[in-house]
């Protein structure tokens, strides 16, 4: 199992187009990609342009596997529109 914690910055005039865009990303990742255990977009309490999606996959391999899906490459140009600079993405192992 892995954790990935993806941040994102974004426009404040372009919040709720990401939202709404994050939410149709978040609905096609859960019905369809193998390995996905959690999919959900969070935001920050203090900022509110700041939002996180955050993941729980079955293996790396599924997330990878996401990545390469439609429904990703099909929104993640629309989502990096309203992004103010580069996201920050982590991926996280449970520790042993």
Not at 21 to 30: D, G, I, W, Y
Not at 33 to 38: K, P, Q, T
Not at 54 to 80: M, P, Q, T
Request: glycine share 2%; proline share 3%.
């Amino acid at each position: 199992m892995i954790k990935v914690v993806a941040k994102h910055f974004i426009k404040a005039e372009k919040l709720d187009e990401y939202i709404e865009l994050s939410k149709q990303l978040v609905e096609a990742t859960l019905k369809n990609d193998r390995g996905c255990v959690s999919y959900a977009l969070f935001q920050d309490m203090k900022d509110p342009c700041i939002v996180a999606m955050i993941e729980e996959w079955d293996s790396r391999e599924d997330a990878d596997e996401h990545l390469k899906s439609d429904h990703f490459l099909n929104l993640v140009g629309r989502l990096a529109e309203c992004s103010e600079k580069p996201s920050d993405i982590n991926y996280f192992a449970p520790v042993k």
